[in-house]
């Protein structure tokens, strides 16, 4: 058993489809089928059920990809340890980016880590907070960024920045306040997000009220609600982040909130709590300070960085 062939049949499981692994580890699908046979004869047991169709773990073909993976993860850490001891930033950094996030950082990040960071190669998926917490667990992530509050046993919480929330108002809403506090918003009258804008902290928490009225409708962009309330009226909050993204006109509906501090969202870096690059996740934030409003960095990271 080598560690070639661990990284074989974690391929394999990921995709579920031999030609992609193959595609994936470098090899032809022959190669791949023939390995695989060589591992379960020695291991004399089946790792995978295989058909024309599908490919899935067996009982203990699931056993086995999961020390598959720590195994892979602990010898990836040694050549870690000397790129961290050299100071270098280099290699591949496998990050995911929740969707409700996604929009308003990533387009800016690219461009711009990829211009500091050229020796590091980028993998970005985007992933709800629940799947990239499992993918972190497993290692198929290196870190994730996503709304706090998600921290687990074995995962890192690291605060990164506070985004305040705006109210988006129709022309014709009849709310034309100068300015907005949490009591002014009825939920008669709003439109929401299924999950990013219920606020769990918050003085209005939308998700507790969602039966309360006939007007509360469930929308999976920021855009889309905005789109909705400039054709059915009422209103909806908005990440600041989304005001640039804004057009002349629908910036003249945009209203603060005050009276509350809690308007707003938390957003954190996620990391495995035995994550050893220290200086690629600072690296991660370096990128991020050129373009994400100072006001919103979290202090302690803007004075000393992120140390693990």
Request: charged share 25%; hydrophobic share 40%; glycine share 6%.
């Amino acid at each position: 058993m080598t560690l070639q062939q661990l990284k074989y049949i974690i391929s394999i499981d990921r995709h579920r489809n031999f030609a992609r692994a193959a595609a994936e580890s470098g090899i032809t699908q022959p190669t791949l089928s023939s390995l695989l046979q060589k591992l379960e004869s020695e291991l004399d047991v089946r790792i995978f059920d295989r058909s024309n169709k599908n490919v899935s773990p067996t009982a203990i073909g699931s056993k086995i990809l999961r020390q598959a993976e720590r195994i892979v993860n602990e010898a990836e850490r040694i050549v870690e340890l000397v790129t961290e001891e050299k100071g270098l930033v280099t290699g591949m950094l496998n990050l995911s980016a929740g969707p409700t996030i996604a929009p308003y950082i990533l387009p800016r990040f690219i461009k711009t880590y990829t211009k500091m960071f050229p020796h590091v190669t980028l993998s970005i998926v985007e992933m709800k907070a629940e799947t990239m917490i499992r993918a972190l667990h497993i290692g198929q992530l290196d870190l994730g960024i996503a709304i706090s509050g998600q921290a687990e046993e074995g995962i890192l919480e690291i605060p990164l920045y506070t985004e305040p929330f705006w109210v988006y108002i129709s022309e014709s809403c009849w709310r034309k306040l100068p300015v907005f506090k949490p009591e002014n918003l009825e939920h008669e009258q709003m439109w929401i997000m299924k999950e990013s804008q219920c606020l769990r902290d918050s003085a209005f928490s939308f998700c507790k009220a969602r039966g309360v009225g006939r007007r509360i409708y469930e929308a999976g962009s920021i855009e889309t609600l905005i789109r909705i309330v400039d054709e059915n009226g009422g209103f909806t909050i908005i990440p600041e982040m989304h005001l640039p993204m804004l057009t002349d006109v629908q910036r003249i509906n945009v209203r603060r909130i005050e009276g509350d501090y809690l308007s707003q969202r938390r957003v954190s870096i996620y990391v495995r709590a035995d994550f050893i690059r220290e200086r690629m996740l600072n690296s991660i934030v370096e990128a991020l300070v050129t373009f994400v409003p100072k006001s919103m960095i979290d202090e302690h990271i803007l004075k000393y960085g992120i140390r693990l």
